[in-house]
């Protein structure tokens, strides 16, 4: 399905604009036009050099954001594991306090999966970075453990420390999931792909298939390279996005080990 979604607009405008070639190519002609050839070679060379250098910036600004939003989300998950793992160290007396904090971190990760993964993937409204109230709540749970000697000092120490690291993490996640590509180099980007299709259209080529060969991979690449900025600039949907599945196996995890308790 993946598949058929990547191909089928890429062949939709590659057909597209081949059969617009094929019928402006008889009305585009004029005298000189093959002549024209070294006019037309200067400015793809010049056109062509600043068109790859906006699209590599473009590509690289997007692809350098969707690897730091994942890796901040696989971070944020490992600091969540991490302050489950610190209860193991608690007394047995504890146990209550222990599985209230455990049930908190299953609120927040289950809150994470279902609230906030919705709110970051609408692109109309961004998410509010303001602490939550299911973070509150594993706060909340964490004034609950008793500090009765120093064994029980140092993971209380060491759980407040995780839960400040949760909510750096979080705030950070929020930011980048927030950030998009200003309006203006979609412009500009959209603006020099018609011009660079477009004048090829325009050139001078004997050969008909030779002609349509050159538009229609071009325009198909043009297409993909937009396809990728767009789907990478918006990594929580499209072709391309973040891996949703270890955030789920988490919260079936804390699921499980809650029914067990």
């Known amino acids: 399905m993946k598949i058929f979604k990547i191909v089928f607009p890429l062949v939709v405008s590659g057909a597209s604009v081949g059969c617009v070639a094929l019928l402006l190519r008889n009305h585009i002609q004029y005298r000189g036009i093959v002549e024209d050839l070294s006019s037309w070679g200067s400015f793809f060379t010049v056109f062509g050099v600043v068109y790859a250098i906006v699209a590599g910036f473009l590509l690289l600004t997007v692809l350098s954001r ?73 706060m909340r749970r964490g004034k609950g453990i008793q500090v009765r000697k120093e064994a029980d000092s140092v993971v209380f120490s060491a759980l407040v420390e995780n839960i400040s690291e949760i909510t750096k993490i979080r705030t950070r996640r929020i930011a980048l999931a927030n950030e998009r590509l200003p309006p203006r180099l979609r412009v500009l980007i959209l603006f020099m792909s018609i ?23 071009l325009t198909i690449s043009i297409h993909l390279l937009y396809l990728i900025i767009g789907d990478l600039d918006h990594p929580f949907y499209g072709i391309w996005n973040i891996n949703r599945a270890p955030l789920e196996e988490l919260v079936k995890r804390f699921e499980e080990e809650l029914n067990s308790t």
């Open 66 to 138: 969707y690897s730091a939003l994942n890796q901040t989300i696989e971070d944020e998950l490992n600091v969540v594991e991490s302050t489950r793992d610190f209860l193991v160290y608690l007394d047995d007396e504890q146990q209550s306090a222990r599985t209230a904090m455990k049930q908190a971190l299953a609120d927040y990760t289950r809150s994470l999966s279902t609230k906030e993964w919705g709110e970051m993937s609408d692109p109309r409204t961004p998410m509010n970075s303001d602490t939550s109230e299911e973070l509150y709540e594993v």
């Open 195 to 217: 011009a660079l299709v477009s004048g090829f259209v325009l050139l001078g080529v004997r050969g008909v298939f030779t002609h349509v060969f050159m538009i229609v991979a």
